[in-house]
């Protein structure tokens, strides 16, 4: 279970709390009047997040490509989207 902590006392503690995360991989929950709001994690694990989104990004793509229809190629796609 993460550490929570209140953004009031990550103020104070900003330094500690970066080196938990940053060296000791351990995440930390801010909070604010109680709730959840955000929480802050080790690079390494934001990078496992991102190759994790981008690996369900290609599968769902792949599926697409694989339904029959007409494809259209990015350019003309964005083209279509007025991009």
Known sequence: ????????????????I??????GKEPVVLTR???KIAALISMEELELLQLIEDYIDIEDARKVLAEPGKNLSAEKFWKELGL
């Open 1 to 16: 279970m993460p550490e929570t902590v209140s953004t009031a006392e990550a103020r104070k503690k900003l330094a500690d």
């Open 33 to 35: 009047r109680g709730k």
């Open 18 to 23: 970066v080196n938990k995360v940053a060296y």
